[in-house]
């Protein structure tokens, strides 16, 4: 299993960024897959989970009406659109196949790609 993020950067507060995991090693359009985040010296959070039709199945409340999941099996790739940034979205982003439990993930992520919101 092999899961690449992409897409990070230093955004302007209000700003936007498209996230981008690439997946590959194993059958990317028959797993649910999420994003989560670890801001500085915060635990991690699940920001969403989308289901292998495409259907968000969990997201967080922080981050709702701001931040879309998609995804293109076609393209074994994963994406989350984040837009009206905050400096509190401030982390590093990860994308994976399992979930959030307390501060551990279960499954398979990526190393993650840093995002700062700040003026």
């Known amino acids: 299993v092999q899961l690449v993020e992409s897409g990070g950067g230093l955004v302007q507060p209000g700003g936007s960024l498209r996230l981008s995991c690439a997946a590959s090693g194993f059958s990317f359009r028959n797993y649910d897959m999420s994003w989560a985040r670890q801001a500085p010296g915060k635990g991690l959070e699940l920001v969403g989970r989308?289901?292998?039709?495409?259907?968000?199945?969990d997201d967080a409340v922080s981050v709702k009406g701001r931040f879309t999941i998609s995804r293109d099996n076609a393209k074994n790739t994963l994406y989350l659109q984040m837009n009206s940034l905050k400096t509190e979205d401030t982390a590093v982003y990860y994308c994976?196949?399992?979930?959030?439990?307390?501060?551990?993930?279960?499954?398979?992520w990526g190393q993650g790609t840093q995002v700062t919101v700040s003026s």
């Open positions: 994976g196949t399992g979930t959030v439990r307390g501060n551990f993930r279960t499954g398979d």
């Open positions: 989308i289901n292998v039709l495409g259907r968000v199945i």
